[in-house]
C-alpha cells in the first residue's frame, strides 16, 4: 500500500459547491474510476480521502491536494491523473500525483488572489480605501466559529501583501494564516470593508497555494 | 455555463451549486448546429426535481438526436429568485445559461398539483406570456407531460400542448412536427392543429367547455377536427424502450442522489386511491437481462455505490429473486449496495431481505394505509395484518430496529375506531419486536407512524369522493395522537391545509385557470413547501375570483356527471371504475392483475401483464 497526494484545480462552477460536497464528488469519481484504492472497512465502506486544507465555497484552488491510499504500488501516476479526469466534472482537474512529504497538520500559511470590485466608488478610490484600511492600528472585526462569535484583530495577519489597481477591480495578493490552530479567512477582510467604509465589495478569490510555517510549499 | 451577470449573485444565496450547471455528463452543445432548443423545467427546486427519473430519460432521449439541445431549467429557490427579479436575469438554461425566453420549447412535467403556480411563476420569470394565447408566435411552445396532465384543466389556458401517457415516442413526434412547420413557415394555430392529431396529443385550446347550471361540465366540443378522445400514448416493449446508460451527476447534494432503474412500469393491485396504479396500466415489466445490463451501465456511468430498482411495487416484479441473484454477481465487488423503494408489506421475504443488504442497510418502510382491516379491504390494499406483523419479524430478527409506517386518514368509510386502529397496528408492531428471540440485543425498537390525509385523485374509483373536511381531518390527527401510548411509537403527519388545496386542483376544471392566474399575479410560488403554502391566501383568491374551492374538494359527485377529464383515455375504462368505487363501500377488495383479471379495460393494448400466462391457470 502506497500514499499517493493528488493534486487539483477546483475551478469554474466547481467554485460554488462546499467542502462537503467536493469530497462527496471525488469519492463518486474514485469509485466510477476504478483505481486500486483502499476502501474503509467500516460500516459503510467507501473509498479512503482525506483532503488537506478545505476550501470555503465560492473560492477557486490553484494547489488543492486530496490524499488515498493505492493499492497497487506500481500503479502509474500519470494514470491516476487520467483515470480520474474522466470521472470529474470539468471544473475539477487533477494535474499531478506526489507522494506525500509534509503532514496537512503542518500547514501554516495560504496565498490567495482576490479581484475586488465595488459597484459604489471607483476602482481608485477602492485601491485607496483598501490601503488605508491596511495601515489602520487595529482591525477589529466579528469572526464566526465554533464557540461562537468573537472579535478578532486582522492587523496581525495582513503581514505580506500586494495591492494593485488592474482592469475591472483592485488585485489583492496576499499570505495568510491557513491551517487547524490559525485560519484566516480572506473573506474577513471584505467584512472589514463593510465595517469601516460601509462598502459592499465583491470578491472574485483564488487560493494560489500554501505552505508551512517556514514558508515552505505543501509537498 | 455562468452568465456573468449570475455569477454575480451566486455568493449571495444558498447552495449556489444549484445554479451552475457544470456537472458530470451534463450535455453541452453548440448553439449554431442544433434546430430545436427544448427547456425542460421542473417546477421545483434542484435537489428534488434532479431525483426524477421522468425528466432523466427524457433529457438523454432528447439530447440522442442532434437537432436537439434539451437543457434543464429549475425553479429557483426564494433567495435567488428575489435576487434575479431586483438584478433583472431572467430565468435560464443551466447548460448554456442563456435564458430560455426565446427557446422553441419551454416543457414542463407535471408531478404534483402543488407546483402549478411554480409552473407559472417560471414562465414568468422567464418574461414569457403565461396565457397560451398571448404568445402568438411559432416558438415559445409550452407543453406539459406527467401524471397530473390526466386532468390538465385548471391550467388548460397557460399550456399549448399536454403529453397524455408516456412520452418517449409522442415528444419527438410533436418536436418533429414543430421543426417541419417551422421550415415552411407554419403558423403556431396551424402547428397546434396538426399536433392535435397525433395520438396523445392534447391542445386544450381547441376544445369548448360548456357548463350546466349547477356549474358541472355540461361537455367538452372538440374544434377544428381535433379527437373528441384524447387517447394515451405508452410503451409497450419494455426491453425495447429507451433508456439513459448515463445520468448527469449532480455536485450538490440532492433528495436521491443515486442511481435508478425502472424496471417495470405500472401496478398490478389495483389500490383504489392511488393514481399511478390506474394511469399506467398495463404492467409492463422489463426483462432480468435488459435490467442488470442498464444497472451496470449506469453505475459504470455514473459512479454511483448505489442503485435503486424503481417501480411502483419493487417486489412484485416477478422474477425479483432471480433478478436480485444477477444483479449481487457484480454489485458486491464494485461495492454498490441495490435498494429497493416501494416494498410491499407481503413482498419482503427473507430471501430479498439478504440479498439487499449484502453491502448497506437501508431503512425499511411499509406502507399499510389503513389500520384496520375492514377500511383495507375498502381501499383494496390487500395486506393483512399477519403478513405485516410477519414481516416485521423477519427484519426485526435480521437486525432492523427502525420501521416506517405509512397509512391515510380521510379514507371513504372511514370511522374514528379505523384511526385508532392505526395507534393499535403500531403498537403490535412494537409488541411483534420484543417477541422476536434474535431481535438486536440492547436497542430499543422504534415504530414511525405517518399520515398524511387523502385526496380523491381522478381515473381513480375514489374520483367521485367527498374529501374531509380540514376540521375533520384534524380531529382524526388529534385522536390518532391520543390513541397512541408508548413512546416508541413517532406520530408525524401530514398538513391538512395542503391535501385541501391538492383535492381542489385535483379535480378542478378550467374556471380554476382564473384563480391561477391571479395566483400567479399575486407571486404565488412554492407552494408545496410549508415555507411559502398559505390556505389563507388562496382562500382570498378563490373569493376574488367567485370561486368556491369546496365545489371541486368537497363535494360528492354523482356517476353520471360529466368530469372534467372524461375526454382522456388511460385505458381504464369509467364502467370498470363505477365497479370499484361499489365494491369499496360493501368493503369487497378485488384480486391483483395476475390472480384474476377484473376487466379494467387496459386490454385493449395487447401486451404487459393483461397477456401473461397466470400462474394459477397452466
Known sequence: MKNARIWFKKQDECIYISHLDLNRCMLRALHKSSLPIWHTEGFNPHPFATFALPLSLGFAGENESMDIRLLDDDYPFEKIITDLNACLPKGIRAFKVTEPVMKPGDIAYADFKMLLSCDSVSNDMLLNICNELFNMDEILIDKKGKKGVKQVDLKPSLVKYTLERQIGGVELNITLPAGSTNNVNPNLILNALKKYYDLIVDADTTRLNIYNENFEEFK | MINKDVKKLLLKVQKPGRYVGGELNAVVKNKEDVDIRFAFCFPDTYEVGMSHLGMKILYSLFNSKDYIWCERVFAPWLDMEQLMIENNIPLYALESGDPIT????????????????????????????????????????????????CNPEPIADFIDIFFIGEGEEVDLEVIDLYRKCKNENKTKAEFLRLASQIEGVYVPSLYDVTYNDDLTVKAYTPKENAPAVIHKRLMMDMDDCYYPDNFVVPMVEIVHDRAVEEIFRGCIRGCRFCQAGYLYRPVREKSSETIDLQCHKLCTNTGYDEVSLSSLSSSDYSQIVHLLDKLNKWSKDEKVSISLPSLRVDGFTDDIMNKIKTVRKSGLTFAPEAGSQRLRDVINKNVMEDELLETCSVAFNGGWTNVKLYFMIGLPT????????????????????????????????????????????????????????????????????????????????????????????ARGDRKLCKAMEKACEKGFHFDGWGDCFSLEKWLEVFKECNIDPDFYARRQRDFDEVLPWDHLDYGVTKEHLIRECQKAYKNTPTPHCRLKCSNCGAAKYKGGVCFEKRKNLV
Not at chain 2, 437 to 455: I, Y
Open chain 2, 102 to 149: 426565446n427557446f422553441d420549447f419551454i416543457g414542463f412535467t407535471l408531478q404534483y398539483e402543488l407546483s402549478f403556480t411554480n409552473v407559472l411563476n417560471m414562465l414568468k420569470l422567464a418574461n414569457i406570456p403565461i396565457l397560451s394565447k398571448d404568445r402568438k408566435n411559432l416558438n415559445q411552445i409550452v407543453v406539459a407531460g406527467g401524471p397530473c396532465a
Open chain 2, 414 to 505: 372511514e370511522t374514528m375506531d379505523d384511526v385508532a386502529a392505526i395507534a393499535q397496528l403500531g403498537q403490535n408492531v412494537v409488541n411483534e419486536y420484543y417477541k422476536c428471540p434474535n431481535r438486536p440485543k440492547g436497542k430499543s425498537v422504534n415504530v414511525t407512524v405517518s399520515t398524511s390525509s387523502f385526496v380523491p385523485k381522478p381515473f381513480t374509483p375514489f374520483q367521485w369522493f367527498g374529501q374531509n373536511t380540514i376540521e375533520e381531518l384534524h380531529n382524526k390527527q388529534k385522536h390518532l395522537k391520543e390513541s397512541i401510548t408508548t413512546k416508541k411509537i413517532t406520530y408525524n403527519y401530514h398538513d391538512a391545509d395542503t391535501s385541501y388545496l391538492e383535492a381542489v386542483f
